[in-house]
T-cell receptor, first 117, second 115 residues
Framework: DTGVSQDPRHKITKRGQNVTFRCDPISEHNRLYWYRQTLGQGPEFLTYFQNEAQLEKSRLLSDRFSAERPKGSFSTLEIQRTEQGDSAMYLC???????????????FGPGTRLTVT | AQSVAQPEDQVNVAEGNPLTVKCTYSVSGNPYLFWYVQYPNRGLQFLLKYITGDNLVKGSYGFEAEFNKSQTSFHLKKPSALVSDSALYFCAVRDPGTNAGKSTFGDGTTLTVKP
């Protein structure tokens, strides 16, 4: 299966610790997205990359959050000084976007569930 | 700003009956609209999309959706529900005119199909 993969699947950390998540998109996909999902809500957009360029960041993404996609392949999402409110499922998705066409669907990974104690 | 509303948290139908999961949207221009399904412990899976053209779009697993511009709706439908259709369904919108990268999702509707 060559779908989107995320690592780890689960992470339990203590408040104040830093955590880093990894996402490996579908290999030929040039766009990569990060979303956050809490119970009873849909995914909330955090940020996205076109190849290695980070094109947009949500205002939800405080300065404790940083994301990178250094070689335009895998991406990492780091949360510094975690807070209990950061507990959520963090989803990664990827897409293949050709030219300026925007009607592409996203392919999601299984998510990383973060619990901050 | 773009937004999506799924007015029903839960939809219950009997197997073999038709099902409808409702979605309404708000965007400044012509929308791109999507439906995704989420099974327990699995990522969201793409079902279908409306980009342009025919208002009735067909997707995976026998699902279809009807785009209604005047009612700003994109309801998901299936003529005959299966127990295996039980899952969490998300509607999503993307406004191509302002931000072609960001998708906004509804809060989801839990579909339960009873035998």
């Amino acid at each position: 299966d060559t779908g989107v993969s995320q690592d780890p699947r689960h992470k339990i950390t203590k408040r104040g610790q830093n955590v880093t998540f990894r996402c490996d998109p579908i290999s030929e996909h040039n766009r990569l997205y990060w979303y956050r999902q809490t119970l009873g809500q849909g995914p909330e957009f955090l940020t996205y990359f076109q190849n290695e360029a980070q094109l947009e960041k949500s205002r939800l993404l405080s300065d404790r959050f940083s994301a990178e996609r250094p070689k335009g392949s895998f991406s990492t999402l780091e949360i510094q000084r975690t807070e209990q409110g950061d507990s959520a499922m963090y989803l990664c998705a990827s897409s293949l976007v050709i030219g300026t066409q925007g009607g592409y669907e996203q392919y999601f990974g299984p998510g990383t569930r973060l619990t901050v104690t | 700003a773009q937004s999506v509303a799924q007015p029903e948290d839960q939809v219950n139908v009997a197997e073999g009956n038709p099902l409808t999961v409702k979605c309404t949207y708000s965007v400044s221009g012509n929308p791109y609209l999507f439906w995704y399904v989420q099974y327990p412990n699995r990522g969201l899976q793409f079902l279908l999309k409306y980009i342009t053209g025919d208002n009735l779009v067909k997707g995976s697993y026998g699902f279809e959706a009807e785009f209604n511009k005047s009612q700003t709706s994109f309801h998901l439908k299936k003529p005959s529900a299966l127990v295996s259709d039980s899952a969490l369904y998300f509607c999503a919108v993307r406004d191509p005119g302002t931000n072609a990268g960001k998708s906004t999702f509804g809060d989801g509707t839990t579909l339960t199909v009873k035998p």
